[in-house]
């Protein structure tokens, strides 16, 4: 059983040599046969990064994270495909932890969240990734699928640019066990220090509302972009 790391970047120079390099140092086991970053035409120097730290780099024909990581997995060799954000660490073990998982009879699952600043409200949040249930479902846990298990759910859907990480979950439970690992993955809380802990979290809990409500990707990119600074969407 081998597992494909795929990971989608636009302009991350800095961050995604970090990151590759930690892999390198700490992730040494030999089911993973690969790392893939899958960028969207970055106009800095994530390419040439990624490719000095040793990862295979494909540029995905369509920007946003949905089609990046579609195009990885379309590219991956392994039998389990892992997605993971630029600017989340998984622990040292997880290719130990994904192929238990697995072999326990779970085809795909992530970890529970952690982030790299202590505040109250953040932990707060982590905690409730512990539970099973979708709305605590978020990209940065980061996410294991076996391969066949991806694709006859659909793969993710290009069109989404933003909640493409959580739609995904409920396609993947028709073909699938999920599983949340006991241990967490660490991300950076940088979008929270940029744009107010409470107000970032205020918007990502009126995006969700708003998708919920049914309301189309266009107006959820809109007021995702009003109300954040940010250019990754």
């Given at each position: 059983m ?45 390419v ?22 579609n195009a ?20 040292a ?5 994904i ?11 992530c ?14 949040n ?6 099973d ?5 978020f ?14 759910a659909?793969?993710f ?10 739609e995904?979950?409920g ?18 809380a ?37 109300l ?6």
């Amino acid at each position: 059983m081998h597992i494909s790391l795929i990971i989608p970047t636009y302009n991350e120079s800095g961050q995604i040599g970090r990151l590759l390099r930690f892999l390198k140092i700490q992730c040494t086991h030999p089911s993973l046969i690969e790392i893939i970053v899958a960028d969207g035409n970055s106009t800095d120097t994530t390419v040439a990064e990624a490719r000095k730290a040793g990862a295979r780099v494909i540029v995905s024909p369509q920007k946003g994270r949905a089609a990046q990581m579609n195009a990885g997995a379309e590219a991956a060799k392994g039998d389990v495909l892992y997605f993971l954000h630029c600017d989340t660490f998984p622990p040292a073990h997880f290719a130990s932890d994904i192929l238990r998982a697995v072999e326990n009879g779970y085809g795909c699952g992530c970890y529970r969240l952690a982030f790299d600043q202590k505040h109250w409200f953040l932990a707060l949040n982590c905690w409730f990734t512990r539970f099973d249930i979708n709305a605590f479902r978020f990209g940065d846990q980061s996410l294991f699928v076996r391969r066949e298990a991806f694709f006859q759910a659909g793969g993710f859907r290009n069109e989404l640019i933003v909640m493409e990480d959580q739609e995904i979950i409920g396609r993947l439970r028709k073909h699938s066990r999920f599983k949340i690992m006991n241990n967490a993955v660490i991300t950076s809380a940088r979008k929270y220090l940029a744009n107010g802990i409470y107000k970032t979290q205020g918007v990502f809990f009126l995006i969700y509302l708003l998708y919920k409500l049914g309301l189309p990707q266009d107006s959820l990119v809109n007021t995702y972009r009003r109300l954040f600074d940010q250019d990754k969407v």
